[in-house]
């Protein structure tokens, strides 16, 4: 999903993950109504928030990984279990009681996405996942990304990102203004931002 | 001096933050407001004097017309109604609680935080409430004590969350806890 | 963050501030010294003649601020009936929601600007106590920009813990947010020192 800042997209990450109520209609993910069903939205969504720090809970990587399981009905066996095999699927079951902050923006970024993934959800919706990472990180997290067996919609204002997703969405002002092949839509999108760019857009306040 | 400034604003910040954030379930799905939790942090986690400074902020910012007492409450009519004794009270509270805190320096953080929030936050908190209540009310202290006796479990949660609070707070960055050098 | 002063202005507004909070510290103390139920609903009411001059907003507002008094004069009331003091219990009841509409009533007239004036000069003479004035006004700055901030931090944890957790958000979610406080002072502190520091600079 495409869009500037404060065109509607963070909202409907939240819509979609059903941490909002939409105002008319439902949301149904993997037919769970996400919404209402939060036991049954936590099993299908993920969201992965822009930062990292906005989201950790627990200062271990451990307790982070175990808080969703445990938060679902696991028994404490079967939490650790799944966090351990989480870790070791990622090469870092030496990170278990590292301490959060010791970590750097990517890895606890990379921490964040290690809890949403021991969840197994069917769909990890990303808020601008990579802002303030550099290219490196950015692209090992995307690697990550791809090799999850979950669905994902990944919300951004950059257009390079997109590229190789299956189908893309460009939201203006909370409303669709063009969706299709990803190439093609981010193609229209970058040419619309370019033009708006060129003029002097810092002039107004929103509101 | 600036950080010293700088942390104590933060508290103040944070206390009104606290009453901002919609209602937290902090235990046994009772929902409870955080705000005086924030006073007795000021105490456990700023100390005596930084603690009480920051409150006193607090007390003074509301006073001079920002909403900051939770519910978007403030200005100068909290100090007429007859709760306004828990609000005067506060500065007084944070600076007890870190003064126990900076007693029980041998005892671990959690055990001496959740004690001096209790001495401080419900003990010299309620005391200043109280009297407050029963000048206000024109009642002998023993019934303004009765009015209040509903909100002592959860001042009594809100003491022990400060306590694991701080102790969580001193496992992730020990030196941040002034209280504790 | 919006103050509390009314955005409706009346000619109070204009008044200085100081003066209004000398009157109503008078007005409190006098409220105290009157025992006539008859004289004490007067004033009452003229308190409330008072908050309907500038107009029905105004108005409206003010009653509703004084609305969360209700419980307080429900009690007073009811103990002051049940132990037959029924009159002291209404002289008692009016003389708190007219202190307390008094008191608001300042508070809606004046501006955070001017009640500043009023701390700064009152604390002018205690600078010789060591008393930083510049450092308490950046303070009171910093709080008023940090308040929404740390807000908005704890709804976002918030929301991060709704997000994979089907109860409330319980008291681990304050532990963060107080590490993303004292962080958020420690780069406040640095920008400040880079841009001259607190030391008290008001001319002589």
């Known amino acids: ?207 | ?181 | 963050m919006i103050s509390l002063t009314s955005p409706v202005r009346t000619r109070a507004h204009g008044w200085p501030a100081g003066v209004k909070l000398a009157g109503l510290c008078l007005a409190s103390v006098a409220l105290f010294a009157v025992t006539d139920v008859w004289l004490m609903a007067t004033v009452a009411g003229a308190v409330l003649l008072l908050y309907a001059l500038p107009g029905r907003v105004f108005l409206r507002y003010g009653v509703r601020r004084l609305w969360p008094l209700w419980p307080f004069v429900a009690v007073i009331v009811l103990w002051h009936l049940a132990t037959g003091a029924a009159q002291d219990g209404l002289l008692i009841a009016l003389r708190m929601i007219a202190a307390v509409a008094l008191a608001n009533l300042v508070t809606m007239t004046t501006t955070l600007e001017a009640m500043m004036g009023v701390v700064r000069g009152l604390l002018r003479p205690l600078r010789r106590f060591g008393i930083n004035l510049r450092a308490m006004e950046l303070a009171v700055a910093m709080v008023i920009r940090f308040t929404p901030v740390l807000a908005q931090k704890g709804a976002a944890l918030s929301l991060a813990w709704r997000a994979r957790a089907r109860r409330r958000p319980g008291w681990r979610v304050v532990v963060p947010l107080l590490v993303l406080a004292l962080d958020d002072a420690d780069h406040v502190a640095e920008a400040l020192r880079a841009r001259g520091g607190l030391r008290d600079v008001e001319g002589k």
């Open chain 2, 1 to 181: 001096m600036e950080r010293n400034v700088a942390q104590i604003a933060v508290f103040t910040a944070l206390i009104a933050a606290l009453g901002l954030i919609p209602q937290l379930t902090l235990a046994f799905g009772v929902p409870i407001t955080a705000q005086s939790l924030g006073v007795m942090l000021c105490g456990t986690v700023l100390g005596a004097r930084r603690g009480a400074i920051a409150a006193l902020l607090f007390v003074g910012l509301v006073a001079i017309g920002l909403p900051l007492l939770s519910g978007g409450r403030g200005g100068l009519g909290q100090f007429m109604v007859p709760t306004s004794g828990f609000l005067i009270g506060f500065p007084v509270a944070a600076f007890v609680t870190g003064l126990v805190m900076e007693r029980l320096r041998g005892l671990p953080v959690g055990w001496a935080a959740g004690i001096a929030a209790g001495i401080g936050g419900i003990v010299v908190l309620y005391a200043f409430g109280i009297s407050g209540l029963a000048i206000a009310l024109d009642r002998p202290v023993t019934e303004a004590a009765l009015l209040v006796t509903a909100f002592l479990p959860g001042d009594g949660i809100k003491a022990v969350l400060a306590g694991l609070v701080t102790a969580a707070l001193y496992r992730a960055r020990p030196l941040s806890v002034m209280s504790r050098p």
């Open chain 1, 1 to 207: 999903m495409l869009g500037r800042n404060g065109s509607g997209k963070s909202t409907l990450a939240r819509v979609i993950a059903g941490l909002q109520k939409p105002d008319s209609g439902r949301v149904r993910i993997a037919g769970v109504d996400v919404a209402r069903d939060r036991r049954g939205a936590l099993e299908a969504v993920g969201i992965l928030f822009q930062n990292p720090d906005h989201q950790i809970i627990f200062p271990t990587v451990r307790e982070e990984l175990a808080f969703g399981l445990s938060q679902s009905g696991l028994t404490k066996p079967q939490v650790a279990q799944r966090v351990a095999r989480t870790l070791a699927h990622f090469g870092k079951t030496d990170w278990a009681d590292a301490a959060v902050h010791q970590l750097s923006q990517g890895q606890r970024q990379l921490v964040c996405l290690m809890a949403i993934l021991a969840m197994q959800p069917e769909v990890i919706v990303l808020d601008e996942p990579f802002a303030g990472l550099d290219i490196p990180t950015a692209m090992h997290l995307t690697r990550v990304l791809d090799a999850a067996e979950a669905a994902l919609v990944h919300i951004t204002h950059d257009p390079r990102t997109v590229m190789g997703y299956d189908h893309a969405l460009w939201i203006e002002a909370g409303a669709v203004v063009e969706q299709g092949a990803a190439p093609q839509v981010a193609q229209a999108y970058e040419a619309a931002m370019r033009e708006v760019g060129a003029r002097d857009d810092l002039a107004d306040i929103a509101g």
